[in-house]
């Protein structure tokens, strides 16, 4: 198929539809709002649902219940209608629900403003709701990449029986580039799901919830959960280096739009002979860890800095990972203010220089 | 060409999205990587609505932009805020049927069209933006005038009477663009 120029709302939109999103409930919120528009027009046409609710609370509640049949399920939203959310997804992590839900995420924290964010990672990565659980969290930083991991989040949903939420900001929403769907699209194969409440016409009722009076039941399920995450931290981490050199004495690490925006630093900076590296995480959770480890404590790496479009939240994830083997810097802006390529390459300098970023002033 | 970035600003109505639009469709026709980004933020009424096209021979990077190679301005709240933006040695488009201004700068290329008044002349003051985006595509030579006829033709091909206007007018903003290119080299 030709690639034809789409917003990164409808096309991940239309990837949902082609990787067999049969219902979707949402709730309006500006940056996502093309998702619903689009899809109130598209899901009809493959014999879908789609369903504004009257609140995030009743759409998160909507999804537990719809992806219980087995059909693959989805909904999108901006962070606080994500946080609104919270409940129904520790309930659907705890009974093992696959769920598609896209967090485009905007300023915060409370009703915050409308523009670009990446204010949600620990939301997204470390819980969020109560209890031991986690999602799996992909981070696209173009709009193909959108459409390709929103077509594997239904897959991996499946494959985990869990949660996956794919995070992007105000950018990743808005913008329009050229994107190209697979002709045909086929996935490995997963396994029938006989946990799926269907109708209990000839078999014993299903039942699917989260909840465990017996302790040990409910010990069980979160080793049950637990063993589900270390899976993921074996099969499922994805990353992308950007002009890692041996000459660098820099690592960047930036995920999303902001690792573009570094791209685009190192781009320039190269042309003034200085060389620097990114590494972008792409799955958030579970996160590359031996991979930055490795990057990071290259006899050549003085320095790693982190950059995000928030007060340093992935950073944290970052010093955990490099374990004080070398200095962890980091530089972020905030409000919906997004750090420009400039900005970028400035503070870079500042840490050649001095060693140490320098601090935004308002 | 390596890269090339251009802002498009105007007031909600004049067609700034969609002119942003069709030129990453041309592009995308090209061959090339493109990038749209609109403006989404909080704007007041009668405030400014932009967009910014990337054009890149290579893996674009930052869909934001500062410092865009060109500015397309169709108002003037948008000539006050973009023109002291244009990067150094771009260029500078100004729709001089509403702006009574040019930049004082001469780091940058300058081009006064009376783009409203041409789009009025050619059939519908509508098509103001296609007026603009023909000076830009002439002055810049960054996608090939045929191809945007292309475009044009298959965004309006079912709209016949509106499509033969935009063809008109986009062909008089190319001329004018050709025209103010071919004065600045021979002076």
Same mark, same amino acid.
């Given at each position: ?173 808005? &913008?329009?580039?050229? +994107? #190209? ?9 997963? =396994?029938? *799901?006989?946990?799926?409440? !269907? ?111 928030? &007060?340093?939240?992935? +950073? #944290? ?9 070398? =200095?962890? *810097?980091?530089?972020?802006? !905030? ?28 | ?187």
């Amino acid at each position: 198929m030709a690639k034809i120029l789409m917003k990164g709302n409808e096309a991940i939109a239309e990837a949902a539809v082609r990787a067999g999103a049969v219902n979707y409930f949402a709730y309006p919120i500006t940056p996502q709002n093309e998702v619903g528009e689009y899809l109130a027009r598209r899901l009809p046409e493959v014999g879908g649902v789609f369903l504004q609710a009257e609140s995030e609370v009743a759409v998160g509640n909507m999804l537990f219940g719809a992806a219980s049949t087995g059909k693959r399920v989805f909904t999108t939203s901006s962070s606080p209608g994500i946080s609104l959310m919270q409940e129904a997804i520790s309930y659907m992590a705890g009974a093992q629900l696959p769920v598609v839900l896209l967090n485009i995420m905007r300023g915060g924290p409370g009703l915050g403003g409308i523009l670009p964010a990446q204010s949600d990672y620990f939301q997204a990565t470390k819980g969020g709701g109560h209890g031991d659980y986690r999602l799996l969290v992909l981070a696209p930083s173009t709009i193909q990449e959108a459409v390709d991991l929103t077509m594997l989040a239904f897959h991996l949903a499946d494959k985990y029986r869990n949660p996956v939420m794919i995070i992007g900001d105000g950018m990743i929403g808005q &913008m329009m580039e050229p +994107v #190209e769907f697979p002709d045909s699209y086929t996935e490995p194969e997963l =396994p029938p *799901k006989t946990w799926a409440a !269907t109708g209990a016409d000839g078999r014993k009722p299903q039942v699917v919830k989260s909840l465990f009076l017996d302790p040990i039941a409910l010990e069980k399920n979160n080793i049950l959960l637990h063993e589900k995450y270390q899976a993921m931290k074996r099969e499922e981490i994805r990353f992308e280096c950007y002009k890692t050199a041996p000459k660098n004495k820099i690592l960047l690490v930036a995920y999303g739009t902001m690792a573009r925006i570094c791209q685009t630093a190192i781009d320039e900076l190269e042309g003034e002979g200085i060389s620097v590296g990114l590494f972008r995480p792409i799955t958030c959770f579970p996160f590359p860890e031996e991979a930055l480890y490795a990057e990071a404590t290259k006899s050549n790496i003085e320095t790693v800095l982190t950059i995000e479009m928030s &007060m340093g939240q992935m +950073v #944290e994830d970052v010093e955990r990972v490099v374990a004080r083997q070398r =200095p962890v *810097k980091f530089f972020g802006r !905030t409000g919906g203010i997004v750090p420009s390529p400039e900005e970028v390459i400035q503070q870079i300098k500042q840490i050649l220089a001095s060693g140490q970023p320098t601090k935004v002033k308002v | 060409m390596k890269q090339y970035e251009v802002t498009m600003a105007g007031f909600g109505g004049q067609g700034v999205m969609v002119a942003g639009q069709l030129l990453a469709y041309s592009g995308i026709k090209e061959g090339k990587n493109v990038v749209w980004l609109p403006s989404y933020g909080p704007e007041m009424r009668g405030g400014t609505a932009y967009c910014t096209v990337v054009i890149s021979d290579v893996r674009i990077g930052s869909p934001i932009i500062n410092n865009p190679t060109a500015c397309c301005v169709f108002n003037r709240p948008s000539f006050d805020k973009f023109a002291p933006k244009v990067k150094s040695g771009g260029l500078l488009i100004v729709n001089s049927s509403l702006i009574s201004a040019s930049a004082d700068r001469t780091d940058i290329t300058q081009i006064l069209i009376p783009a409203n008044q041409m789009a009025l002349e050619g059939g519908s003051v509508r098509s103001t933006n296609v007026a603009m985006l023909g000076c830009f595509i002439a002055a810049t030579g960054i996608v090939e005038h045929k191809t945007m006829l292309k475009v044009l033709e298959e965004k309006l091909g079912a709209k016949k009477a509106l499509l033969e206007i935009n063809m008109n007018v986009f062909d008089a903003g190319y001329h004018f663009g050709i025209s103010a290119v071919g004065e600045r080299s021979h002076a």
